[in-house]
C-alpha cells in the first residue's frame, strides 16, 4: 500500500531524482507485495517484519541503503555517500532489476529470521571508579543508612552522586545538595530516582 507522504516526497524531488525513487519503490512492491511504507527522519522507508531499507534524494544524486546491508552485501557501509550503492544519479546506477529484487528478498528473509543489524558501535570504555570526596565520606560516616545504600550502588550510581556534589559551584550549593543526597540515600534512592520506571 503506498504511503501519500512518500507520494509526497517525491514530487517534491529533483527531477533527475523521481525516476530513481519511483523505480526504487516499484522493485520494491514487486519483490514484497505485502510491504508497508512509512517516513523516518524525513525519508521513505520500506519494512516488512522490520526496516528493508531506505532511499533519499537530494540535490545532485540519489541513495538506496539496505537496514542490513552489511550482511546482504558482506561488507561494512562507507565510501562517497550514505547507502549501498553510492551516488545514484540516474536509473542506469542502480543495480539490475533481478539483483535489486534478490536484495529485497535477503531483507525480508533476515527480517523473518529476527537476524539483528551488527552493532556499529565501539563498546564502551569502562570508566574508572569514581573517588569520592572527603567532605562526602564524612557525612556518609555519620549516617549509616544512607552509607549502606551508596555503598551498595553500583558504580554509576555512586558516580551520578560524586559529579552532583563536585559540580557544586559555590560551598552553600554542595551543603545543599548533600543534605539532600543524605536524605535520598537513607531512603536507598538513586540520584534520579525520581526518573526510574516503577
Known amino acids: 500500500m503506498n504511503d501519500p507522504r512518500i507520494d509526497e516526497y517525491i514530487a517534491s524531488a529533483a527531477d533527475f531524482a523521481k525516476p530513481i525513487l ?3 519503490r516499484a522493485l520494491v512492491h514487486e519483490a514484497c507485495p505485502d510491504v508497508e511504507e512509512t517516513t523516518k527522519w524525513g525519508m521513505p522507508f520500506f519494512e516488512h517484519q522490520g526496516i528493508l531499507l531506505n532511499m533519499a534524494a537530494f540535490k545532485a544524486h ?3 541503503a539496505f537496514w542490513k546491508g ?3 552485501f558482506g561488507k561494512p ?6 547507502g549501498d550503492f553510492g551516488r545514484i544519479a540516474s536509473v542506469k546506477d542502480l543495480p539490475p532489476e533481478k539483483d535489486f529484487i ?3 528478498k535477503q531483507a525480508m528473509k533476515l527480517n523473518a529470521d529476527g537476524v539483528k543489524v551488527p552493532s556499529r558501535s565501539k563498546p564502551a570504555a569502562k570508566k574508572p571508579e569514581a573517588a569520592v570526596p572527603d567532605y562526602l ?3 556518609l560516616e555519620k549516617n549509616t543508612a544512607a552509607r549502606t545504600t551508596f555503598e ?3 558504580l554509576s550510581q555512586r558516580r551520578e552522586y560524586i559529579e552532583w556534589m563536585v559540580e557544586a559551584k559555590t560551598e552553600a550549593t554542595r551543603e545543599k545538595r548533600m543534605a539532600q543526597a543524605l536524605e535520598w540515600m537513607a531512603e536507598g534512592k538513586s540520584r534520579h530516582w525520581k526518573y526510574e520506571r516503577k
Do not use: T
Not at 77 to 82: H, P, T
Open 22 to 24: 519511483e523505480r526504487v
Open 62 to 64: 540519489c541513495a538506496v
Open 70 to 72: 552489511e550482511l546482504i
Open 77 to 82: 557501509r562507507g565510501g562517497e555517500a550514505m
Open 102 to 104: 534478490g536484495y529485497v
Open 137 to 139: 565520606a564524612a557525612a
Open 152 to 154: 551498595n550502588f553500583s
